[in-house]
């Protein structure tokens, strides 16, 4: 076992951030294996930093997910949010357990073709879908979410010449009592706006109206928000039958539900206060059950979680670079991965663990990135033990929207690993190289000597 470092005593004031009357907490044990393999030797073979996935994870997340629901309402079908993780090994695991595509840009949309998603699973939303992506879209009977009259104008106009009609639905928008609404996107309800899109639809005889799109949020605390988004959606598609004779087969109700991660400024931890799919499912389902939509002829049901299906399955390995006082006394710690990869550590306070033995001394720090930016903040305040430069760390609930949203930035991005269900490793994207960042770059002659 490796040596304990010796901390010297030193005095200063506590600046350890609100207390609350659950105390503070911090691991107790170091954090050495995940699925079995050691994060030793995952290091080893695939460097530093490096990010991690469970398949195993991910499986059983999306399984109790569509269990929650499934068991409580007739006819549920999930749908991939590619945004969230479209790695393509990420999105094979999902589709493999059944799940359709959802996408919101002609280049999510090839990436599902090319994962052999059919056509007629991958639902195409998204506020920017330029006409070669609508006509590629119509061509593969897939389900296209209007988000604007514009594109309901440009879609009527490609129809005119179509012997069959486009499969569209509406993103519909509404207030749902959390604030700001995310009324960008979508036709309004309360305004009108979204009927008469379906009108428009229904009475152009171009279009054929299957669904009804929501997606109210996201990362969203209250489940009283799905039960009255439920409820419009139901009500509109009552409206569409009766008075527009028009049966809408199935109803999206996007995504949006939460990870177990902790939010910033959060008094608990996530994992002990944000509502479990189940809970949705329980609201979603009963609301839709008791809408009055006649039982024997329910709309399927259509979720597009994102987050709360990966986000505990990914981890981000990497390693102490230095420690350091800064000018107040506080203690602050700097590590080798920075902001641009792990950019949901603007909005959580992830949790990070030491990946081996470490002294029992705790004491509140900042965590720094690499990025010889102000920003680059992993964490503003955490307990943690003295580590040494060189020791490893485990940052925990990474699997949701890192991995797409990262930045390159005077390094290049690091590898990401999958850990199978028999414990096997597969480098699911190598480390990127100079040559990568530099390919699409051209220097201009009188440049080169
Ligand atoms: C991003 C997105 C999702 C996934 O959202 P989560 O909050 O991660 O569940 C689903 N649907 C649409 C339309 C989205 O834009």
């Known amino acids: 076992m490796q040596k304990l470092k010796y901390e010297r005593p030193y005095i200063k004031k506590l600046n350890a951030g609100i207390m609350n009357k659950f105390g503070t907490r911090t691991d107790s044990q170091a954090f050495t294996h995940i699925d079995g393999v050691p994060v030793k030797s995952l290091i080893a073979e695939y460097g530093s930093p490096v990010f991690v996935l469970s398949e195993k994870q991910i499986r059983r997340n999306y399984r109790s997910a569509y269990r929650a629901f499934s068991t409580r309402?007739?006819?549920?079908?999930?749908?991939?949010?590619?945004?969230?993780n479209y790695l393509n090994a990420v999105c094979k695991i999902f589709h493999q357990e059944g799940s359709w595509a959802e996408v919101v840009s002609g280049f999510e949309y090839r990436k599902a073709i090319g994962n052999g998603v059919p056509g007629n699973k991958i639902i195409f939303n998204g506020p920017n879908k330029p006409k070669e992506d609508l006509l590629l879209a119509i061509e593969n009977d897939s389900l296209i979410h209007i988000d604007h009259f514009e594109e309901l104008t440009l879609l009527l106009k490609i129809s005119e010449n179509l012997t069959a009609k486009p499969r569209v639905a509406i993103r519909v928008n509404m207030d749902t009592g959390i604030y700001p609404s995310w009324d960008r996107f979508g036709f309004n309800y309360e305004n009108g706006e979204a009927w008469n899109a379906l009108t428009r639809i229904v009475n152009s005889g171009k279009l054929q109206l299957v669904g009804l799109h929501c997606?109210?949020?996201?990362?969203v605390l209250s489940t009283a928000a799905y039960a009255i988004a439920a409820t419009k959606m139901a009500d509109l598609a009552w409206s569409c039958k009766t008075q527009l004779k028009q049966t809408i087969e199935y109803l999206d109700l996007g995504g949006g539900f939460p990870s177990t991660n902790t939010l910033k400024g959060s008094y608990l931890p996530g994992a002990d206060t944000v509502p479990s799919v189940d809970d949705f499912a329980e609201v979603i389902t009963t609301t839709l059950l008791n809408s009055g939509l006649p039982k024997h002829d329910l709309p399927l049901l259509i979720l597009e979680t994102g987050r709360a299906l990966i986000d505990d399955a990914g981890y981000l390995l990497g390693s102490v670079v230095a420690n350091k006082r800064l000018g107040d006394g506080k203690r602050a710690m700097v590590v080798n991965f920075g902001v641009n990869i792990l950019f949901t550590s603007f909005w959580y306070e992830h949790q990070i663990s030491p990946a081996q033995?470490?002294?029992?001394?705790?004491?509140?720090?900042?965590?720094y990135g690499p990025l010889c930016m102000n920003i680059d903040v992993v964490r503003e305040s955490v307990n943690l033990p003295l580590l040494n430069p060189g020791d490893h760390v485990v940052v925990h609930k990474v699997g949701a929207y890192n991995m797409t949203q990262w930045m390159q930035f005077i390094t290049q991005r690091p590898a990401i690993v999958l850990i199978d269900e028999q414990q096997q490793t597969h480098l699911i994207r190598t480390s990127e190289t100079l040559n990568y960042v530099e390919e699409p770059e051209t220097t201009p002659p009188h440049l080169i000597k």
């Open 73 to 84: 309402y007739p006819k549920v079908q999930f749908a991939w949010s590619y945004k969230t």
């Open 215 to 219: 997606h109210i949020g996201t990362y």
């Open 357 to 367: 033995d470490f002294t029992p001394h705790v004491e509140n720090m900042t965590v």
